[in-house]
């Protein structure tokens, strides 16, 4: 187990250049939490979705800087939060986007405890910390899911969409 100290990031860009250089002096591992919108733009993620690219951009340059300090990314995947179960989405379509979900989460989705667990052994030391890093490969997951018939463990039936509705108006 690794005794030096770590540092996880999950966006704060303000408090990123004293956290990494504190961690990275001492010795330890630098994991910046990525997630939607980190490869490329999603509708109705704009300022979240570029947050997780400019994170994940940042972390993967520091690590080619610096290949011998503990630096990476942590995709943690979909996970089923109060976020995922009530997703805020404009007025017409809430009904796409709870097929949508309610197709998606039971394959690929995932608990918050499992992708802790994962990001905790990365921190940690019990596992290589590679510039990229997933809480699990997505289609090993989906191609067991579907041949055993097990599904994450979520109830479909609470995710409700929040539906916000489209402003036409100008911009201020």
């Given at each position: 187990?690794?005794?030096?100290?770590?540092?996880?990031?999950?966006?704060?860009?303000?408090?990123?250049?004293?956290?990494?250089?504190?961690?990275?002096?001492?010795?330890?591992?630098?994991?910046?939490v990525v997630g939607?919108?980190?490869?490329?733009?999603?509708?109705?993620?704009?300022?979240?979705?570029?947050?997780?690219?400019?994170?994940?951009?940042?972390?993967?340059?520091?690590?080619?800087?610096?290949?011998?300090?503990?630096?990476?990314?942590?995709?943690?995947?979909?996970?089923?939060?109060?976020?995922?179960?009530?997703?805020?989405?404009?007025?017409?379509q809430q009904h796409?986007?709870?097929?949508?979900?309610?197709?998606?989460?039971?394959?690929?989705?995932?608990?918050?405890?499992?992708?802790?667990?994962?990001?905790?052994?990365?921190?940690a030391g019990d596992?290589?910390?590679?510039?990229?890093?997933?809480?699990?490969?997505?289609?090993?997951?989906?191609?067991?899911?579907?041949?055993?018939?097990?599904?994450?463990?979520?109830?479909?039936?609470?995710?409700?969409?929040?539906?916000?509705?489209?402003?036409?108006?100008?911009?201020?």
């Amino acid at each position: 187990m690794n005794a030096a100290p770590v540092v996880v990031i999950t966006g704060s860009s303000r408090s990123l250049g004293l956290a990494t250089a504190e961690a990275l002096l001492k010795g330890g591992r630098l994991i910046n939490v990525v997630g939607r919108g980190e490869k490329g733009p999603v509708a109705g993620a704009a300022l979240y979705g570029s947050s997780k690219a400019w994170m994940r951009q940042f972390s993967l340059a520091l690590a080619k800087e610096e290949p011998q300090l503990g630096i990476g990314t942590f995709n943690p995947g979909l996970i089923y939060t109060s976020l995922t179960a009530r997703p805020k989405v404009l007025e017409g379509q809430q009904h796409a986007m709870l097929k949508g979900l309610r197709f998606i989460m039971p394959l690929i989705g995932d608990t918050p405890e499992r992708a802790a667990r994962r990001l905790a052994d990365l921190a940690a030391g019990d596992s290589p910390l590679h510039r990229e890093n997933r809480a699990r490969r997505l289609l090993p997951l989906v191609l067991k899911r579907l041949l055993t018939g097990q599904r994450a463990p979520v109830n479909v039936r609470d995710i409700r969409p929040e539906v916000q509705p489209e402003d036409h108006g100008p911009i201020s």
